[in-house]
């Protein structure tokens, strides 16, 4: 399990509190690139063996899973966490699922019905790249919501998250805390990237000029949110490599603790071992 020296645990590090820390700063664990890159090499086999252990459990009747929900402001790299965090780990293992604005269709039902139908299936690390908390964030910046509307979805989320954890499902919520100036040095940087423009939305330039409505609607909902069955954790997320260990470790440490087991085999192995090396059939 990652620790820093003085023994202090990665989820205990990251934990939300009511202060933030600081976008380019490092709570907990490498404080340079270098470092950090090593040592998320490393997280990775860890990691993969992990999920291993979680997927086999998963098909011998096991019934548990994880669901890795990614929240930040655009740019904060949520899309880069999954390719280069899940992207060490088995895909066969891996449920993804990105949230946009809600179809027609889904607006029909209501706002959890569309994240009930993408939960992960047992031994499966399911992730949410933009969540239900998009229902609350967005119509709170665009006063969709009134004051009440808001407090019921809520109580309406903590509520199916506690469900979703007695179920066996372990919630890992993270919130990407990146800055207002490296959010601009990336926005400009897709601009100038004929490659990345693709990425870039003018949307992203409005939604910018709401940056301190956003920035208080986090701080609300990581107040409200974070519970003992589905804490919050912050990961300061200008830097990159950082961010990428950050979540690995994350993983990694509920993982443990949750300690799945491969499934006992249900014949003799020894038997079949030595009907294999005995069958004279040429290899």
Known sequence: MAKKDNGTRIRDALRATAELPDPGSSPVGPDKKGKGE?????????????????Y????????????????GMDTSGKGGTVRHVLGLVN???VRYKGFKVPTPAERRHDFLWRIRKELPASGHIGVFDRSHYEDVLVPRVAGLLTAAERRSRISQINAFEE??????????????????????????????????????????????????????????????TSTEHAPWYVVPADRKWYRNWAVAELLI???????????????DVAEQLAMLKGDGVAA
């Open 56 to 71: 086999a459990e998963g098909t011998s009747g096991g019934g548990r899973s994880v669901l890795l929900v990614l929240q």
């Open 38 to 54: 090593k040592k998320l090499a490393t997280a990775g086999e860890r990691l993969d063996a992990l999920q291993e252990a979680l």
């Open 253 to 267: 440490e509920t993982m443990t603790e949750m300690a799945p087991r491969f499934p006992e085999p249900d014949f």
């Open 163 to 224: 469900e979703v954890a007695a179920a066996g499902t372990t919630i890992v919520k993270v919130f990407l805390h990146i800055s207002p100036e490296e959010q601009l040095r990336r926005l400009v940087s897709r601009l100038e990237r004929p490659e990345k423009i693709w990425k870039f939305a003018p949307s992203d330039v409005e939604a910018r000029g709401h940056w301190d409505a956003y920035a208080q609607a986090y701080a609300d909902l990581l107040a409200r």
């Open 91 to 93: 895909p066969m293992g």
